[in-house]
Nanobody, 118 residues
Framework: QLQASGGGLVQAGGSLRLSCQAS????????LAWFRQATGKEREFVAVIGQFGHATYAESVRGRFTISRDTTKNTVYLQMNSLKVEDTAVYYC??????????????WGQGTLVTVSS
């Protein structure tokens, strides 16, 4: 089970850190990722981190967002800086195989809403 938290309302240019706590089993041997879905749009890949810390980012967030994981806490984080209005979306964490396609992930959290105001 994945439980995402940390969403909220922030002004453009601000920062937020999302957390996703995994429970029920170990996820340390899986890739962990963040996806997002804005109203009226399809879900899109944000970032993924592998078992040993290698990360890949969507072009739209590279340089602004940082994904990290704490294996002792079974938790993945997404530090979001220099937020833009277009980052507004529901953010979902997921666990599965390394990649940027949603079909590589078979465990999904419930989502946390991030709203960036201008």
């Amino acid at each position: 089970q994945l439980q995402a938290s940390g969403g909220g309302l922030v002004q453009a240019g601000g920062s937020l850190r999302l957390s996703c706590q995994a429970s029920g089993r170990t996820y340390n041997n899986l890739a962990l990722a963040w996806f997002r879905q804005a109203t009226g749009k399809e879900r899109e890949f944000v970032a993924v981190i592998g078992q040993f810390g290698h990360a890949t980012y969507a072009e739209s967030v590279r340089g602004r967002f940082t994904i990290s994981r704490d294996t002792t806490k079974n938790t993945v984080y997404l530090q979001m800086n220099s937020l833009k209005v277009e980052d507004t979306a529901v953010y979902y964490c997921a666990a599965g195989r390394y990649g940027s396609s949603g079909d590589k992930f078979d465990s999904w959290g419930q989502g946390t809403l991030v709203t960036v105001s201008s």
